[in-house]
C-alpha cells in the first residue's frame, strides 16, 4: 500500500562526503584477473555500497616489496566487499592491493548493514540556498522506414547529464578555497589545538601527527584506511602510526595553493528526504522498502566557480557553482550517516546523537565572517571606502566522456580550463589613482588582498599579485551625494591563500599536499 504520507523539507538533509584516494590492502583477485575482493579484516569493519563506484579508476598491485606488478583499471561494478574490472590483471598469484582514485569515490564509512553508507556527516555550513544538480536525460527519436505516420517509429534514451548544483553560504569557514584551488600545500597546529581527547577515542576526528593529515577515527579504526607510502602495501593496519584526537577547540592553519595539473578534488553530496514521522533510524517499514526515503548521491561534484561576496552591514557570502559526474540511486536498506544514532557518529555530541562533522554545540564557533571585519588592501594601500564588491575564482572546468571510460549515467572526466580569478568593489575614491592605473599599460604593482577575520582568531587571507584594472566606471551623480565607482580588476598570480580555524579537511588522498 502506497502511504499518503509525503516528503517535507523539515525532513530533509544534505551533508558533504569527501572523494579520497581508497586504499584496499591483501586483497584476492579471482574470476580470471577480473575481480577484486576485499580481505577479511576489512570486511569486518566496512561494507561498500553496491554499484557506487561503477566507472572509478583503480591502480591494483601486487602486494610483494620486491616485485610490484602495477595495473590501472575501471571498475566495472561492485558489491559490498567485491570490485569487477574491465579488464584482466596481470597476474593473479598472492594478495593484492587496490586503490580506488579518488574522482567520483566517496570514502566509505564504518559497517552498518550489508548495504553500506559513506562519510557524508560533514557539514556544509551556514546554507542559505541549496540547489541539487540536475539530471536530463538525451532522447533518441528516430523513423524506421521511410513512409508511415507522423509520429516517430522509434525512440531511446541517449546520455544523462548531470547539469548545474549550486550554494550560497553564509561564510564561517575557509574549507572551499581547497576545492577551488586544488591543494594544501601546508596544514599546521599546535599542542594546544591537536590534543587528546579520550572522549573521543570511538567517534572522533584524528590527526595523524606523523604525516601532517586528518582522519575519521571510528573503535580506533581510520575510515578509510590510509596508505603510508612503503612498497609493500605498507597501510597503517587500520590505524595511524601516532595520532591525537581533535578537541574542536584551537584552530588549524591550513595553506592553499593552485592545482596545475588535470585534477581538482572532488567531493560527493548526499541528499536525503524523508517522510514526517519518521526519524533515521526508521525511515524504511520492512514491507515497504524506500518508501520513506527519497536518496540520491551526487558524486564527482568539483567547484566550478567560488565567488566570495561581501557587503556594508552584512556577512561574508560564498557562492559556489558545480560541475557533477554522477548521479546514483542508493540502494533498499541504505541508512545515510548523518542523524542515524551515537554509533555512526563522529564525533558524538553529550547526549550521544550524531553531530555532523564541524558543527560546534558552542554557536559562536559557527558563526560566519563579517565584512565589517575584513581588509581590502590594493597597489599595496589600505581602501577604506569599499563599500560591496566579490572575488571570484574560476576554474573553467568541461565534462568530459572518453571512450571505454564511462557509461550513460557516468562522465568520465572533468578537465579544468584557463583558471582566472576576478576581484569587483564598489566603493568611494578621493583621488584618480584607479582611473589612471586603469589607462596605464602596465601591470599594477603592489599588493591585492582580502582579509577576513573573527574575534575567535579565525581568519582567512587571499593575497594575489599581477593584476591590471578592467574598467573603472564613474556614473555622474544624480544627487549631492558621494560619488560611487564600481572596479573590476582581473589578477594572474595567487601570491597566498590561507585559513585559519577549526574546520577540519580531510583532503585528496589522505594527505595534507593534496596531490
Same mark, same amino acid.
Given at each position: 500500500?502506497?502511504?499518503?504520507?509525503?516528503?517535507?523539507?523539515?525532513?530533509?538533509?544534505?551533508?558533504?562526503?569527501?572523494?579520497?584516494?581508497? =586504499?584496499?590492502?591483501?586483497?584476492?583477485?579471482?574470476?580470471?584477473?577480473?575481480?577484486?575482493?576485499?580481505?577479511?579484516?576489512?570486511?569486518?569493519?566496512?561494507?561498500?555500497?553496491?554499484?557506487?563506484?561503477?566507472?572509478?579508476?583503480?591502480?591494483?598491485?601486487?602486494?610483494?616489496?620486491?616485485?610490484?606488478?602495477?595495473? =590501472?583499471?575501471?571498475?566495472?561494478?561492485?558489491?559490498?566487499?567485491?570490485?569487477?574490472?574491465?579488464?584482466?590483471?596481470?597476474?593473479?598469484?598472492?594478495?593484492?592491493?587496490? +586503490?580506488?582514485?579518488?574522482?567520483?569515490?566517496?570514502?566509505?564509512?564504518?559497517?552498518?548493514?550489508?548495504? &553500506?553508507?559513506?562519510?557524508?556527516?560533514?557539514?556544509?555550513?551556514?546554507?542559505?540556498?541549496?540547489?541539487?544538480?540536475?539530471?536530463?536525460?538525451?532522447?533518441?527519436?528516430?523513423?524506421?522506414?521511410?513512409?508511415? *505516420?507522423?509520429?516517430?517509429?522509434?525512440?531511446?534514451?541517449?546520455?544523462?547529464?548531470?547539469?548545474?548544483?549550486?550554494?550560497?553560504?553564509?561564510?564561517?569557514?575557509?574549507?572551499?578555497?581547497?576545492?577551488?584551488?586544488?591543494?594544501?600545500?601546508?596544514?599546521?597546529?599546535?599542542?594546544?589545538?591537536?590534543?587528546?581527547?579520550?572522549?573521543?577515542?570511538?567517534?572522533?576526528?584524528?590527526?595523524?601527527?606523523?604525516?601532517?593529515?586528518?582522519?575519521?577515527?571510528?573503535?580506533?579504526?581510520?575510515?578509510?584506511?590510509?596508505?603510508?607510502?612503503?612498497?609493500?602495501?605498507?597501510?597503517?593496519?587500520?590505524?595511524?602510526?601516532?595520532?591525537?584526537?581533535?578537541?574542536?577547540?584551537?584552530?588549524?592553519?591550513?595553506?592553499?595553493?593552485?592545482?596545475?595539473?588535470?585534477?581538482?578534488?572532488?567531493?560527493?553530496?548526499?541528499?536525503?528526504?524523508?517522510?514526517?514521522?519518521?526519524?533515521?533510524?526508521?525511515?524504511?517499514?520492512?514491507?515497504?522498502?524506500?518508501?520513506?526515503?527519497?536518496?540520491?548521491?551526487?558524486?564527482?561534484?568539483?567547484?566550478?566557480?567560488?565567488?566570495?561576496?561581501?557587503?556594508?552591514?552584512?556577512?561574508?557570502?560564498?557562492?559556489?557553482?558545480?560541475?557533477?559526474?554522477?548521479?546514483?540511486?542508493?540502494?533498499? *536498506? =541504505?541508512?545515510?550517516?548523518?542523524?542515524? *544514532?551515537?554509533?555512526?557518529?563522529?564525533?558524538?555530541?553529550?547526549?550521544?546523537?550524531?553531530?555532523?562533522?564541524?558543527?560546534?554545540?558552542?554557536?559562536?564557533?559557527?558563526?560566519?565572517?563579517?565584512?565589517?571585519?575584513?581588509?581590502?588592501?590594493?597597489?599595496?594601500?589600505?581602501?577604506?571606502?569599499?563599500?560591496?564588491?566579490?572575488? +571570484?575564482?574560476?576554474?573553467?572546468?568541461?565534462?568530459?566522456?572518453?571512450?571505454?571510460?564511462?557509461?550513460?549515467?557516468?562522465?568520465?572526466?572533468?578537465?579544468?580550463?584557463?583558471?582566472?580569478?576576478?576581484?569587483?568593489?564598489?566603493?568611494?575614491? +578621493?583621488?584618480?589613482?584607479?582611473?589612471?592605473?586603469?589607462?596605464?599599460?602596465?601591470?599594477?604593482?603592489?599588493?591585492?588582498?582580502?582579509?577576513?577575520?573573527?574575534?575567535?582568531?579565525?581568519?582567512?587571507?587571499?593575497?594575489?599579485?599581477?593584476?591590471?584594472?578592467?574598467?573603472?566606471?564613474?556614473?555622474?551623480?544624480?544627487?549631492? &551625494?558621494?560619488?560611487?565607482?564600481?572596479?573590476?580588476?582581473?589578477?594572474?598570480?595567487?601570491?597566498?591563500?590561507?585559513?585559519?580555524?577549526?574546520?577540519?579537511?580531510?583532503?585528496?588522498?589522505?594527505?595534507?599536499?593534496?596531490?
Amino acid at each position: 500500500m502506497v502511504s499518503n504520507e509525503v516528503f517535507v523539507g523539515a525532513n530533509a538533509q544534505v551533508g558533504l562526503c569527501p572523494e579520497l584516494d581508497l =586504499y584496499f590492502d591483501a586483497g584476492t583477485v579471482g574470476g580470471s584477473g577480473l575481480t577484486f575482493q576485499l580481505s577479511g579484516g576489512q570486511q569486518s569493519v566496512t561494507a561498500l555500497i553496491p554499484d557506487l563506484y561503477s566507472g572509478c579508476t583503480v591502480k591494483v598491485e601486487q602486494d610483494n616489496a620486491s616485485d610490484l606488478d602495477t595495473a =590501472y583499471r575501471t571498475v566495472v561494478t561492485n558489491t559490498a566487499t567485491t570490485f569487477t574490472l574491465d579488464a584482466a590483471l596481470p597476474n593473479t598469484s598472492g594478495t593484492h592491493n587496490l +586503490t580506488v582514485m579518488s574522482f567520483g569515490a566517496p570514502a566509505y564509512g564504518p559497517k552498518k548493514s550489508s548495504t &553500506g553508507t559513506i562519510l557524508s556527516g560533514n557539514w556544509l555550513g551556514l546554507v542559505n540556498t541549496f540547489t541539487p544538480p540536475n539530471v536530463t536525460v538525451e532522447m533518441k527519436q528516430l523513423n524506421l522506414a521511410v513512409a508511415g *505516420g507522423r509520429n516517430y517509429d522509434y525512440q531511446y534514451k541517449g546520455a544523462e547529464t548531470v547539469e548545474g548544483g549550486s550554494l550560497d553560504l553564509s561564510l564561517n569557514n575557509g574549507s572551499w578555497l581547497y576545492y577551488a584551488l586544488g591543494k594544501i600545500s601546508t596544514l599546521s597546529g599546535g599542542s594546544t589545538s591537536i590534543t587528546a581527547d579520550n572522549s573521543n577515542a570511538d567517534n572522533g576526528i584524528g590527526y595523524d601527527t606523523s604525516n601532517k593529515r586528518i582522519v575519521r577515527v571510528r573503535d580506533s579504526n581510520i575510515f578509510p584506511e590510509v596508505y603510508d607510502g612503503s612498497a609493500s602495501g605498507g597501510e597503517d593496519n587500520f590505524g595511524p602510526d601516532s595520532f591525537s584526537f581533535y578537541n574542536n577547540v584551537s584552530n588549524f592553519t591550513y595553506t592553499f595553493a593552485e592545482a596545475d595539473d588535470d585534477v581538482l578534488p572532488s567531493f560527493a553530496l548526499d541528499v536525503v528526504y524523508r517522510k514526517a514521522g519518521h526519524s533515521g533510524t526508521t525511515v524504511l517499514d520492512s514491507n515497504t522498502p524506500n518508501e520513506n526515503m527519497y536518496s540520491r548521491i551526487f558524486t564527482g561534484c568539483q567547484v566550478n566557480t567560488l565567488t566570495l561576496n561581501f557587503e556594508e552591514s552584512q556577512e561574508v557570502k560564498a557562492s559556489i557553482d558545480l560541475v557533477t559526474r554522477r548521479a546514483f540511486d542508493t540502494p533498499d *536498506g =541504505y541508512l545515510p550517516l548523518a542523524g542515524n *544514532g551515537p554509533d555512526l557518529a563522529a564525533p558524538t555530541n553529550t547526549s550521544g546523537e550524531s553531530a555532523m562533522i564541524n558543527y560546534s554545540a558552542t554557536l559562536a564557533d559557527n558563526y560566519p565572517f563579517l565584512f565589517s571585519d575584513g581588509s581590502i588592501t590594493l597597489f599595496g594601500q589600505s581602501m577604506a571606502r569599499v563599500k560591496s564588491g566579490s572575488l +571570484t575564482i574560476n576554474n573553467n572546468l568541461t565534462p568530459q566522456r572518453f571512450v571505454g571510460n564511462y557509461n550513460r549515467q557516468t562522465m568520465s572526466a572533468h578537465i579544468p580550463g584557463q583558471r582566472t580569478y576576478e576581484l569587483s568593489l564598489t566603493m568611494l575614491i +578621493t583621488d584618480t589613482k584607479l582611473w589612471d592605473e586603469m589607462r596605464s599599460a602596465n601591470e599594477s604593482t603592489g599588493a591585492l588582498r582580502l582579509k577576513f577575520t573573527k574575534d575567535s582568531g579565525e581568519e582567512i587571507d587571499i593575497q594575489l599579485a599581477d593584476y591590471t584594472i578592467n574598467s573603472v566606471n564613474v556614473p555622474f551623480p544624480e544627487d549631492k &551625494g558621494a560619488v560611487e565607482v564600481e572596479v573590476v580588476a582581473s589578477a594572474r598570480t595567487l601570491t597566498t591563500a590561507t585559513y585559519t580555524g577549526k574546520w577540519a579537511i580531510m583532503t585528496l588522498g589522505g594527505t595534507a599536499t593534496g596531490n
